[in-house]
T-cell receptor
Framework: AAGVIQSPRHLIKEKRETATLKCYPI?????VYWYQQGPGQDPQFLIS???????DKGSIPDRFSAQQFSDYHSELNMSSLELGDSALYFC?????????????FGPGTRLTVL | QQQVKQSPQSLIVQKGGISIINCAYE??????FPWYQQFPGKGPALLIA?????SEKKEGRFTISFNKSAKQFSLHIMDSQPGDSATYFC????????????FGKGTKLSVKP
């Protein structure tokens, strides 16, 4: 079965640089979620989109922005990177359905800020 | 404030034993409770989930027990195997519509052969 695709899988950036992470949801899934997971930590919700509109916002820094495109893929844009942004970034997708809101996670993008 | 509290932080079980991980939540608006399994460097994989209209759900060796009045739920892994060694996260969310998941801090399970 098709899964969530994330690219790149690994990314190394310098402080103050920008980064763009991409997420391709499972086919026919209309909702995308972004999570950040620090070393040894639990995933922390950043932001979500449903049908290309932002649907919920968590602890996303103002330096970060995201959007969902007409083909439902999503991009997380990160600017003025800081050392503390080094983490695993996961995208999850689901199909909005009153009875079924299981979120399926992608393999993640490991961002290292030097 | 941790909305979902998970324990224990780490757990060592012998092969063939039962692994039990507990979670408690505070927000009564939560109505969807999944468990995720995560291996190092991999994404969390959905194991099993429950909604508060049932008290127990079983899938293979994995069982969720749910106590709505106590606002607690637990994962039982029967006949634990070394391949089950991973970090397990409970989560809670407002299922049925858009809704981000709130995760517990995770339990690192080690199953000894």
């Amino acid at each position: 079965a098709a899964g969530v695709i994330q690219s790149p899988r690994h990314l190394i950036k310098e402080k103050r640089e920008t980064a763009t992470l991409k997420c391709y949801p499972i086919p026919r899934h209309d909702t995308v979620y972004w999570y950040q997971q620090g070393p040894g930590q639990d995933p922390q919700f950043l932001i979500s989109f449903y049908e290309k509109m932002q649907s919920d916002k968590g602890s996303i820094p103002d330096r970060f922005s995201a959007q969902q495109f007409s083909d439902y893929h999503s991009e997380l844009n990160m600017s003025s990177l800081e050392l503390g942004d080094s983490a695993l970034y996961f995208c999850a997708s689901s199909h909005r359905d009153f009875h079924h809101t299981e979120q399926f996670f992608g393999p993640g993008t490991r961002l290292t800020v030097l | 404030q941790q909305q979902v509290k998970q324990s224990p932080q780490s757990l060592i079980v012998q092969k063939g034993g039962i692994s039990i991980i507990n979670c408690a939540y505070e927000n009564t608006a939560f109505d969807y409770f999944p468990w995720y399994q995560q291996f190092p460097g991999k994404g969390p994989a959905l194991l099993i989930a429950i909604r508060p209209d049932v008290s127990e759900k079983k899938e293979g060796r994995f069982t969720i027990s749910f106590n709505k009045s106590a606002k607690q739920f637990s994962l039982h892994i029967m006949d634990s195997q070394p391949g089950d060694s991973a970090t397990y996260f409970c989560a809670a969310g407002p299922g049925g519509s858009q809704g981000n998941l709130i995760f517990g801090k995770g339990t690192k399970l080690s199953v000894k052969p």
